[in-house]
Each structure stands twice: as C-alpha cells, then as structure tokens.
C-alpha cells in the first residue's frame, strides 16, 4: 500500500493549468490583463477601464505603428506591455530606443523597468539579469535599451520589436540605422513602434503620423446617441477669463454635436470600448495605408480634470512656452507659435533694388557656408554706420552681394578672392578635413564653426590660431541671424533665389521648459531643407571676427 502525495499532485496540476493558461494567450492586451500589475493611480491588475484606447494599440501587428499622443496617456506602459509580450511568449529580442543613453535610458530603467518588475511576480521570475542598465536578459530573449544619439548603440543588437519613445527629442538620422537592427528577423515577427508628444508639423512623429491611418478615438455620447470625439476647444468649456479666478475649477467637458455636459467623473462609463459592451473605437482616416496611426489627447485622461486643462489653456494665451507645451502636450498636436519661424511677406519686405553681384559699396565683407550634398553660400556686405557698439551685430546693416550654392571647396577659394572676404565662417561638419584644408589656404580668414551645448548667448569661443575653429550656441545665434531678417535690417537682392527663401522660412523655434521649468528654446526645421539659414547664420556671426580681425591685410594676397 502506498500513499499519494497530494502536494506534488497539486503541483504538477497548477503547473499544467498555468502551461494551457499561458499557451491561450495570443494577444498582448491579454497577457497585460493576466501578469502586469500596476501602481498609482491605478494599483493593482492591469484593466483598460481607465484606458480603454489602448488596448487595440496592444493587439495591433501591423509592421508599423506610429502613437502622437499628448502626455500621460499610457502610451509608454503599452510600448513596454508589448515588450514584455513578444519577449514572454514569442521569445522575440526588443530593442528600446530612447533620446539618449543618458540620463534617459537609465532613468527609464529605474523609473518604468524597475517598478514594473517589482510590482508583477511574473516579470521578477521571467528576467533572470537585470542589473545592466542597457541589456536585460529573459532566457533566451533579451531587451536592450538604447539611446539614438549613439550610432554605436544602434549596430550593436538585432531585434524584432522596434520601439521608439520620444522621437521628437530623437537624432532624426540616427531612427533610420535603428531600424536597420530588424533586419534579418523572420518578416512575420517583426514590428516598429513610434510614440511621442508631437512638436511642428512634419517633424519626428507627425512624419510618421501623416503617413499612417490617423485614427481618432471616437464614442457614441450618451445624450444623444451620435458617434463623436473630444477636441479642443469645441468640447471644453473654460468657467474664468483669469487664472486667478477659482471659477476656473467649474470648466467641464460638452458633446460637440448637441453641447451636452459630458461627466468626467462618468467617463468610466460613455468611454466603455466595444470590447467591454461599449462603445468607443477607433476611427480611420485613411483605410489604405500599410502604417496604423493613433491620436488622443488629454480631454480623454480619466486623471486630468477637465479644469486643469482649462488652466493651461489660459497660460498659453500669454506665454510662447506654456503656449507650446499645451498644443503639443495636452492636445497631442503639431503646433507652431506665432513668431518662431519667418513668413513670406518678412522675407519680402527685404527684397531690395540691387542684383547680385560682386560690385561692393566700400562696406566689410563676410561669407558663410554650410556644408552638405552642395555647399550653400551667402556673402554680406556690412555697414556700421559710425556707431561703436559692444553688439556689432545689433547695429550693423547688411547687404547680400551673393546668394548660392557650388558643389566642390575650391570653388569656394574663387568666392572668396573675387569678393575679398574678410572673414567667413563655414560648417566643421560633415567635411572637417576639406573644411580644414580651406580654412589652412586663406589662414586667419576663415573659422570652423561647431554648434556647442557648453556656450551660451552669443558668446563665441575661439579656439587657437592653428586649430582654425570657433564654437556658438546654435539657438542663440539663429535667434539673431533670422531676427534680422524679422527687423528688416538686411536687404536682399531682387533676384534672390526661390530655394533660398524657402530654406530661410524652414527653421522652426520651440518653446520648452526645462525639467526645473526654466525655459530653453531649439530650432528644428522637420523634413524641410534649410541650408542657407545656417549659411546666413555663419555668415552673420563671421562680422563680429570680421571687426576684431583688424587687419588690412587683403585675402587676395594669401594665395
């Protein structure tokens, strides 16, 4: 006779249990719901109940997903619920690409990884090496977290699900080597996921956005039965006129189609998605592209209340930066503020009489280049009018003689002798060597330019005579060089070239705060080519070394 041992019976039978459990779950939505557990402000079993345009993110297996999303909205915990997903039960490498190695990626491993292993047994037991920072591993499968200013990082892995966070703050050249790591993957596997807070139209995101479906988050509104969506402002209703005004606290959220109140406190309810007896679901734009795309804003968070939405509305009226922050952040939009890039009429309000042509007025002369596929070109004639000034450029009048492009440096050598530059500045990037080899031919009279991070205003940093080099910061500088174009202290001769006015309106500021709210302003120019506004910037700031030059010495004699 011989006893059964009913612990191990029971053993074997939860093992079995759990192996049919887990052989069921096909979709990522259901692997979330069955082994992520979260924290605030939603603790405990992951639900779609607070998110309900989420989950058909989790089941989509098209090759390319794109997510322009405002902040806060769950996007980054659906990226790594698909990670999780294809690493637990496809044993599928990802790879996870963020702006930087650091500080990003290694606060994203403590502040998102880290807690999401801590709160879910089943995500402590299934990575068995956690400790880098860059690579966990999970068996067979690994993750690897990356940043895309390191073009290393990006060639070192192959992975079969791509994600990219925060694209926007992303090297845009550096998205496409990134993609290459799937390469190889067997073609049903592998998948790109590209999410971000949008900034200017055509940029980063909303590249990938106006390429896709771009699907809207749509409900059927419980008053009056139509399928409808929130949108700013036709669904907000703003109580105050003053951000000081507590009535701003009674904004509320209304039907588009009808102008009934819609309860935020019930939103648990009329979002219910058709997956749950509801009935919100996404809605296409374009039925016939390869690309999913999807789109929500802040009026949708079951956690952000209507009236707070109201608060930043009122200090965007005021303010380029909260202005900025609540177009792209609250409404997951593209936005440009009034200002921040040249219109036509500025450029044309300083078109003069005058042709190009080397012919001078007795002025100072100065050329800038950016370096490229062509070298683009400008060369000014200054004129300072007697009046002495710590800021040069500031009081200066400028002149284009020549506006252009050549294809090869020693054509440059021809611009500079036949408009007896005195100083010009030129990109050290991408052509260091033949930007070297033209700076050491007209010696003292030309300077490599490097944008830097370490500079700040308009401060120039000059480095040694031999080194042939100068560093600027890139946004304070393209803030004056475009600036003067604004003020019309510059004119442009009447034939000026199409291509030059379109590169001159391609530079975009942004409006940021920076994590201690200070305000730090960029330049972006999205896919649009913008080679002769950083021509004219090098050659803007060439005048002040131009001035400090002093030198009678004619650049003609040189060679």
């Known amino acids: 006779m011989f006893t059964v041992d009913h612990s191990l019976t029971n053993q074997v039978a939860v093992q079995i249990a759990q192996a049919l459990k887990r052989k069921s779950i096909s979709k990522c939505s259901k692997w979330s719901v069955n082994y992520r557990i979260m924290g605030a402000p939603f603790p405990g079993k992951w639900s779609f109940d607070h998110h309900p345009w989420l989950r058909e993110m989790h089941d989509c297996e098209c090759e390319m997903m794109v997510g322009q999303k405002a902040a806060q909205m769950g996007y980054t915990e659906t990226a790594l619920n698909k990670v ?6 496809r044993g599928l490498n990802a790879m996870y690409v963020l702006p930087a190695a650091k500080p990003d990626a290694s606060d994203f491993s403590t502040s998102r ?12 037991n299934m990575f068995s090496n956690v400790k880098n920072i860059g690579h966990k591993r999970a068996g067979s ?19 079969a699900l791509m994600i990219f966070d925060e694209v926007d703050e992303m090297v845009q050249k550096n998205i496409t080597l990134g993609e290459e790591r799937a390469s190889g993957q067997q073609e049903d596997t592998v998948q790109f996921f590209y999410l971000s807070t949008p900034t200017i139209d055509e940029f980063g995101i909303n590249g990938y956005y106006k390429n896709s479906t771009q699907e809207h988050f749509f409900f059927k509104c419980p008053h009056c039965s139509r399928l409808t969506e929130l949108t700013f402002p036709e669904c907000l209703v703003i109580t105050a006129d003053s951000l000081t005004d507590p009535k701003i606290r009674d904004s509320y959220l209304v039907c588009k189609e009808c102008k009934a109140t819609l309860d935020h406190y019930d939103k648990l309810n009329w979002l219910k998605d058709v997956a749950t007896g509801g009935t919100s679901r996404w809605v296409k734009a374009y039925s016939d592209r390869m690309s999913r795309g999807f789109q929500v804003n802040q009026l949708y968070s079951m956690v952000v209340q209507p009236w707070k939405i109201a608060l930043s509305s009122l200090r965007a009226e005021t303010n380029p930066e909260d202005e900025q922050e609540f177009h792209n952040s609250k409404l997951g939009k593209t936005h440009t503020v009034k200002g921040a890039k040249l219109d036509p009429q500025d450029i044309e309000a300083c078109v003069g009489t005058h042709k190009k042509s080397s012919s001078k007025q007795g002025g100072l002369v100065t050329m800038g280049v950016d370096v490229g596929k062509w070298l683009h070109v400008e060369i000014d004639e200054w004129f300072l009018d007697g009046k002495p000034s710590v800021d040069i450029n500031l009081v200066a009048k400028c002149r284009v003689l020549f506006e252009g492009k050549v294809k090869n440096f020693e054509e440059l050598d021809n611009l500079m002798l036949e408009y007896s530059v005195t100083k010009c500045v030129i990109d050290a990037n991408p052509e260091r060597r033949k930007a070297l080899e033209f700076a050491q031919r007209f010696w003292g009279h030309v300077r490599m330019c490097f944008y830097g991070n370490s500079v700040s205003g308009k401060t120039i940093i000059v480095k040694p005579e031999e080194e042939h080099s100068i560093t600027v910061d890139r946004t304070t500088w393209l803030d004056l060089s475009l600036g003067r174009v604004r003020r019309k202290a510059i004119s442009l001769p009447v034939d000026t070239s199409l291509e030059y006015k379109s590169h001159l309106q391609a530079p975009v500021r942004l409006y940021k705060k920076d994590k201690d709210g200070n305000p730090v302003g960029s330049y972006v120019a999205g896919n649009k080519a913008d080679h002769f506004a950083h021509a004219r910037n090098y050659a803007e700031m060439a005048l002040p070394l131009a001035v400090s030059l002093m030198t009678s010495q004619d650049v003609r004699n040189l060679l």
């Open 84 to 89: 999780f997903f294809n690493i637990d039960i």
């Open 141 to 159: 499968a690994n993750l690897f977290l990356r940043g895309s200013r390191s073009r290393n990082q990006l060639k070192s892995v192959p992975a």
């Open 113 to 124: 990884f880290d807690p999401a292993l801590e709160l879910s047994p089943h995500l402590t």
